[in-house]
Antibody
């Protein structure tokens, strides 16, 4: 059974960098598929942040591209998210996910982690 | 403003049938990319309800069905049950954005 688990600080100061890690169990992320991040501001809808293919190619939401970096740490079966220069608008539940392909669905989600941007 | 447009809310009585629309454009649904639907119960992560426009994962009741035509897609729920009360999201791929896009979500209320 594939499982994804987000980890990282729950509180980030404005203008600083949000950093989250997703640990995957039950499947080797270097084998296949896209691995990505989705966020959901409180009471609002879902927003795709970016994805990384198992080969290392990255794809970012154009609205966030200048601030986002997604990396894979194959040896730990993890992938990470860094979002720089955060503001209160970046407060959200952040989910790490597995996407089967460019035209395919998200078949596995982490439980989500709330990150609050506040001083 | 979401790339895919959904009604903010729909409602129906137990046993009734409701539909949720998802309208896109020529760069996503109209370009032939598949539409997927997710159900999000309060306080939980979304889970896939319909994939590839009309396919149900194992375990999803056949009360849920999906369809796609042109630049739009629809999710139909028949025989409404109280447990269906949740938020529903459509998702597709957009070639102009080179990424995945979601609808704004629809809150289903079972009266």
């Amino acid at each position: 059974q594939v499982q994804l688990q987000e980890s990282g600080p729950g509180l980030v100061r404005p203008s600083e960098t949000l950093s989250l890690t997703c640990t995957v169990s039950g499947y080797s992320i270097s084998n296949a598929y896209y691995w990505g991040w989705i966020r959901q501001p409180p009471g609002k809808g879902l927003e795709w942040i970016g994805s990384i293919y198992h080969s290392g190619s990255t794809y970012y939401n154009p609205s966030l591209k200048s601030r986002v970096t997604i990396l894979v740490v194959t040896s730990k079966n993890q992938f990470s998210l860094k979002l720089s220069s955060v503001t209160a608008a970046d407060t959200a539940v952040y989910y790490c996910v597995r996407l089967l392909g460019g035209n395919d669905e998200i078949d596995y989600w982490g439980q989500g982690t709330l990150v609050t941007v506040s001083s | 403003q979401s790339v895919l447009t959904q009604p903010p809310s729909v409602s129906g009585a137990p046993g009734q049938r409701v539909t949720i629309s998802c309208t896109g454009s020529r760069s996503n649904i109209g370009a032939g990319y598949d539409v997927h639907w997710y159900q999000q119960l309060p306080g939980t992560a979304p889970k896939v309800l319909i994939y590839g426009n009309s396919n149900r994962p194992s375990g999803v009741p056949d009360r849920f069905s999906g369809s796609k035509s042109g630049t739009s897609a629809s999710l139909a729920i028949s025989g409404l049950q109280a447990e269906d009360e949740a938020d529903y999201y459509c998702q597709s791929y957009d070639s102009s954005l080179s990424g995945w896009v979601f609808g704004g979500g629809t809150k289903l209320t079972v009266l």
